[in-house]
Nanobody, 124 residues
Framework: QVQLGESGGDLVQFGGSLRLSCAASGTIYKYSALGWYRQAPGKQRDLVAAITPDGTTNYADSVKDRFTIYRDSAKDTLYLQMNSLKPEDTAVYYC??????????????????WGQGTQVTVAP
């Protein structure tokens, strides 16, 4: 299977910046979709940003022009650069990756993987 390891969450002040990372492990044959979600206490998990294998990006209106999603294909790592952070950005952030992986037996299987979540807290 494919496992995702997240890092980068922290406590920052209003207007600060953070970069979240999501490293994938496993023999990934191809990606279908990659994205970052967030979940604030008592709220549902919402899509923040997404990127397709060809590099097309999509952002929630609340983060446009402040957040940037990108990936390093050589490192199988997905990033979320977050600038001009606001208290309402406080949440647990999760990466999500869909695609196809190659098993040890040489078979190809679809996968949907979630990171463990990383806490982002923005102080007023």
């Amino acid at each position: 299977q494919v496992q995702l390891g997240e890092s980068g969450g922290d406590l920052v002040q209003f207007g600060g910046s953070l970069r979240l990372s999501c490293a994938a492990s496993g023999t990934i044959y191809k990606y279908s979709a990659l994205g970052w979600y967030r979940q604030a206490p008592g709220k549902q998990r919402d899509l923040v940003a997404a990127i397709t294998p060809d590099g097309t990006t999509n952002y929630a209106d609340s983060v446009k022009d402040r957040f940037t999603i990108y990936r390093d294909s050589a490192k199988d790592t997905l990033y979320l650069q977050m600038n001009s952070l606001k208290p309402e950005d406080t949440a647990v952030y999760y990466c999500n990756v869909n695609g196809t992986y190659r098993s040890r037996t040489g078979h190809y299987w679809p996968f949907v993987s979630w990171g463990q979540g990383t806490q982002v807290t923005v102080a007023p």
